[in-house]
């Protein structure tokens, strides 16, 4: 049951100690993993993601009381998760190098191999989720990973771990650790570690990425983002203001791609803002495990004064609270302590205000008009993120030359925040770099090796 403001479960951090506990036990667990077939590996995963499709309903109803988001969405982040393990058992299978003729009968080989032990370190937004598309392409590869959730949601990950065991993989090839900052410090710094994943925010991410220069560990970075979603005056608008809701509402707006700088053509800006201010106003809060729920609670208290905090200061430099950004409080009162907030609208904005330029991580949607395509281009791209960005258009051309001049890694015609497992995701400038999901990741999981191969005498220039 939902019990807003109550203490779920206490868990131990783990230490220095634990950690290393971690890292060896994947380490031995990586070296039969390692010397397995891609199909023997693919076995093992497929069997992973039934379980998971199996459990679909129980999973879901954990990440919920987990994160808080509405039981609606939280099966479909279990339906994404099963589907990449799936997605990477079916490429563990054809993952291979090449053959290349040389001179004289001579010739080269590459293979593609396994890294070692990764560690991935997660986000609260989308906890199961994260893990899968971070252990997903890791598993595929042969390797190990040790994953560190976040201390706000530590729970549905180590229901992955146990799903992992009783599916077939080695003892300790998929290990959880719990605990926050200083954790992730004794991860990022060991020795025996040979990969670093990590979702969250830009701050941690640059250290992340400082520790791992002294180990001169690869890393990939899924970070923050203030992306930019841009309507024109010739888009189907009852999609469109659909798409604005998709792009700014999921998972109470904690979402790292959300498209919250809407740019929107003038010529429709009252229509589009009404529209807008209409459907978010039906948005159903409340306990997230009812079915009607679409929105449910934030994940903590700070988190929500912070996202309150942001609406203040945009009153102050002159913004319009069209709808929302008040505290709510469900009927239910069980549910009065539950950190819920009523979903924002801001008009009257401007590209230089704090709501405008700062990622709030809230359920706070800015407006922004804009005349000419150009303008909105340069506009757009006004920003130090890049991880996602949005048009809608029934101009086929127009919609092509608009995400062909985003600097933005994810983006998105006519729809918003749809991530299918084979299709890349990741980031520009300071949203990140590397991939996940799609044949991309495997890139970012595995290293090549060369071997050249002399078929006469050794050419010497001695």
Partial sequence: K???GRMLCKLPCSGEKEVDLAVQSAKAAFKIWSQMSGMERCRVMLEAARIIREQREEIATMETINNGKSIFEARVDIDISWQCLEYYAGLAGSLAGEHIQLPGGSFGYTRREPLGVCVGIGAWNYPFQIA???SGPALACGNAMVFKPSPFTPISVVRLAEIFTEAGVPKGLFNVVQGGAATGQFLCQ????????FTGSVPTGMKIMEMAAKGIKPVTLELGGKSPLIIFSDCDLDNAVKGALMANFLTQG??????????????????FTKEVVKCTQKIKIGDPLLEDTRMGALINRPHLNRVQGFIKQAKEQGAEVLCGGDLYVPDDPKLKNGYYMRPCVLGNCKDDMTCVKEEIFGPV????PFDTEEEVMERANATKFGLAGGVFTRDIQKAHRVVAALKAGMCFINNYNVSPVELPFGGYKSSGFGRENGRAAIEYYSQLKTVCV???DVESVF
Avoid: Q, Y
């Fill in 2 to 4: 939902m019990c807003p």
């Fill in 132 to 134: 899968c598309w971070k």
């Fill in 190 to 197: 060991h020795p025996d570690v040979a990969k670093i994943s």
């Fill in 254 to 271: 904690e979402v790292c791609c959300n498209g919250t700088r809407v740019f929107v053509e003038r010529k429709i800006l009252d229509t």
């Fill in 365 to 368: 949607m800015a407006i922004l």
């Fill in 454 to 456: 002399e078929m006469g």
